[in-house]
């Protein structure tokens, strides 16, 4: 019930937060799903970096970080030079994470980890998908624009959709590439047998040839 509550949560203070018109055509949004075949991923964000600033800094304060301004108009020119902004970004890992939704079956997956990149202006963000998960629906709490959602699954297969700014994505299939450790060894096992019986049969073979 919390989750959903919150699930609720980022999305109305999502569509309030996105409300202003300056930045709209400043976004830049592009967002990249990479999974590995054991369910762990990679969530790649990218955005305008002062965009994403002017967004993110009104929820610094909730998450207990301080600001060195108490105005929107002020908050580019308050870190500056880039190098600062950047560092600032870094720090806002844990409020960028509270504003991306990973809805996986009915229940949120949440990220366990937030990383900058300044040279690509992306958040990473990872965390683990259930290895029987079926369906996926994506939401982003801050942006007005169309962007571009790629979803490059572990069996190399490759989807894109294009999402209409603050809304939800469709439900994106994520089934059937996922295994867990069992089923690798399990499957490395029968292998080993397959190898093991095909070796007796040549062997047995030579002998009666010899024979």
Known sequence: MLRVLRVAFIVIVGTVAT???????????KV???FARDGS????????PD???LRLEPFADAA?????TTTIADVVPAFRPAVDRDARLASLGRVFIDRVVLFVDGHEVRPTSAEYMPLLATFRLRGRM????????????LVIDPYPLTIRRADDRSITEWIAGDAWSR???????????????LLALVFALFFISLIIRVAGSRRHAVA
């Open 41 to 48: 991923f990679a969530l790649d964000v990218a955005n305008d």
């Open 32 to 34: 990249t799903l990479t």
């Open 19 to 29: 409300a202003p018109a300056s930045a709209h055509d400043l976004e830049r949004t």
């Open 64 to 68: 207990g970080l301080k600001t060195r």
């Open 171 to 185: 439900p994106l299939d994520v089934s059937g590439q996922f295994q867990t450790p069992g089923d690798t060894r």
């Open 130 to 141: 259930p290895v029987h998960a079926q369906s996926l629906r994506w939401y982003y709490g």
């Open 51 to 53: 965009w994403l600033l």
